[in-house]
C-alpha cells in the first residue's frame, strides 16, 4: 500500500511527495484510515515506527483553514513538541495551517499572538493550562485532542494537568492516544478520554535484526576510559551518551572534549535557546556526539543515529526502551552498548527481565586509562566568570 491508496487529498499528498513519504508504514496504514472516518484511536508501537505521521497526517488533512483552533496536541517536552509541529508543518505545507507551538521556558507574548492565527496548538501541558488560566486560547472549537507519548507524561507528573485540559475543552471530539508503553495507570485514562476507541498495536519492540544491543563491565572508576576507547574504536557516524543526571552530562561532554572528541551537552539545566542550537547542530551534523539526559530519549527523530551509549543504566526498564529508540530508526541498523558497573547489575536485569532483550556481553578490550575530572578546573571557571563581568558591563 501507498498513501495514494489511502484517499488522501490532493494538498496533503503534495506535501508527502517533497518531503520523500512514499510508503507508510505499518502503525500509520492501520491507522490512518480509521482516524479518517472519525473513531477515537488509541495507538501503540514501537519508537521510531512513525506514529508523529500515523495522527499527523490525517489530523492536517481533517482541519480547516481560518476556522480557529481545531487541534490540541499534547507532548511530554518541548523538544517533542517541537518535533511534531515541525512534522505536522511539513504534512500541511500546500494548505498553508498555521501551527502554534506552546510550551514554558520562553516569552508567552508572541505564543498569545500566535494562537489568534493558529488552527492547531502543540504543547506541554503545564504552559497549555496557563493559557487556559489567561484566557488566551480559545479552545470553543477544538475538534481533535491528541495526547502523544501519552505514557511519558504520566511519569512526569502530568497526569493532573491532562485531566484538567480534558475537562475544559468540548466533549464532542476525536481522541487520538498514542504511546510506546500502555502502563496500568494509562488505561484508567484512556478509558476515561476516549468512546468506543479502536485499537491499533504493532510490534513494540525493536527487531533484533537491526539493532544489535551488547553490555560491558567495567569497574566504575575505568568507565570513562573505556568510553572514550569504544568511542574511537566503533567510530559512529552520529550518537547518543545517556547518562543518569545533569552533573554526569556536563563532566563526560567536557572531558571527552578535553580528549579531542567533539562532545555537547544535552539536559534540562539548558535554557531553551541552548537546547535547540545544541539539538539543530546535531540534526544538522555539525556535533556528531550528544551527551545527554533522558530529555533526549523521547521525541527526537534525528536519522542516522548509529550507535546508543548507555554511560548510566536506567533506574526505570521503559527509559532503557526509550533511550535505545533513537537508533535503528526507519528500517536502519544501530548498536546499542551499555557501560555495567556493579552497582548497576540490579537495574540491568530489571531492563532483561522486563522486555526479555537479547543484550550480549561484550568482553572489555585493552585500553588506555584517562584522567576523569569530575568538575570543571578553576581556570576554566575563573575565565568564564571573567568573560561573563566583561560582557555584562562593558
Known amino acids: ?34 482516524i479518517k472516518q472519525g473513531h ?10 512513525g506514529k508523529t505521521a500515523a495522527f499527523g497526517i490525517p489530523l492536517v488533512e481533517k482541519v480547516v ?28 505545507h500546500f494548505k498553508r495551517l498555521y501551527i502554534q507551538t506552546v510550551y514554558g521556558g520562553v516569552s508567552i507574548g508572541p505564543q498569545i499572538s500566535g494562537l489568534r492565527k493558529a488552527e492547531i496548538v502543540v504543547g506541554t501541558p503545564g504552559r497549555i493550562m496557563d493559557h487556559m488560566r489567561r484566557g488566551t486560547m480559545d479552545l470553543s472549537n477544538l475538534k481533535f485532542f491528541v495526547l502523544d507519548e ?7 507528573g502530568f497526569i493532573e494537568d491532562i485531566e484538567m485540559i480534558e475537562r475544559n475543552i468540548p466533549k464532542d471530539r476525536q481522541t ?37 544491543q551488547y553490555y560491558c563491565d567495567v569497574d566504575r572508576k575505568r568507565k570513562f576510559s573505556l568510553l572514550a576507547h569504544l568511542i574511537n574504536q566503533e567510530k559512529p557516524k552520529l550518537s547518543i551518551i545517556f547518562c543518569n543526571t545533569r552533573k554526569d552530562v556536563d563532566a563526560v561532554a567536557r ?6 572528541i567533539n562532545a555537547t551537552a544535552l539536559h534540562g539545566g539548558l535554557s531553551q535557546h541552548q537546547r535547540e542550537k545544541v539539538i539543530g547542530n546535531f540534526h544538522n551534523g555539525i556535533t556528531r556526539i550528544l551527551v545527554a539526559t533522558n530529555v533526549a530519549s523521547r521525541g527526537l527523530d534525528i536519522k542516522n543515529v548509529t550507535h546508543i551509549f548507555n554511560y548510566s543504566v536506567p533506574k526505570d526498564a521503559r527509559d ?14 544501530g548498536k546499542v552498548i ?25 568482553e572489555v578490550p585493552d585500553f588506555k586509562i584517562l584522567p576523569f575530572r569530575k568538575h570543571e578546573s578553576r581556570r576554566n571557571r575563573d575565565f568564564k566568570g571573567r568573560r561573563h563581568f566583561r560582557r555584562k558591563f562593558r
Not at 40 to 49: A, E, H, L, R, Y
Not at 150 to 156: E, G, L, Y
Not at 191 to 197: H, L, P, S, V
Not at 320 to 333: F, H, K, L, P, V
Open 176 to 212: 487520538l492516544l498514542f504511546s510506546a508503553t500502555m502502563p496500568q495507570s494509562l488505561m484508567k485514562i484512556r478509558e476515561k478520554f476516549t468512546k468506543d476507541a479502536k485499537k491499533v498495536k504493532t510490534k513494540t519492540k525493536l527487531s533484533e535484526d537491526v539493532l544489535k
Open 255 to 260: 572531558n571527552l572534549r578535553n580528549y579531542g
Open 1 to 34: 500500500m501507498k498513501f495514494e491508496d489511502m484517499n488522501i487529498g490532493k494538498d496533503i499528498l503534495g506535501s508527502l511527495n517533497d518531503i520523500g513519504f512514499e510508503q507508510p508504514t505499518r502503525i500509520q496504514s492501520e491507522t490512518i484510515p480509521i
Open 40 to 49: 477515537d484511536v488509541i495507538g501503540q508501537s514501537k519508537t521510531g515506527s
Open 150 to 156: 501519552a505514557d511519558r507524561m504520566i511519569d512526569m
Open 65 to 92: 483553514k481560518g476556522e480557529k483552533i481545531q487541534a490540541l496536541v499534547l507532548a511530554p517536552t518541548r523538544e517533542l513538541a517541537l518535533q511534531i509541529a515541525d512534522d505536522l508543518r511539513k504534512f500541511s
Open 320 to 333: 532503557y526502551t526509550n533511550r535505545i529508540g533513537r537508533t535503528a530508526r526507519a528500517g536502519e541498523s
Open 338 to 362: 551499555s557501560l555495567l558497573s556493579k552497582e548497576e547489575h540490579g537495574s540491568f536485569r530489571r531492563i532483561i527481565n522486563t522486555f526479555s532483550y537479547n543484550i550480549e556481553k561484550m
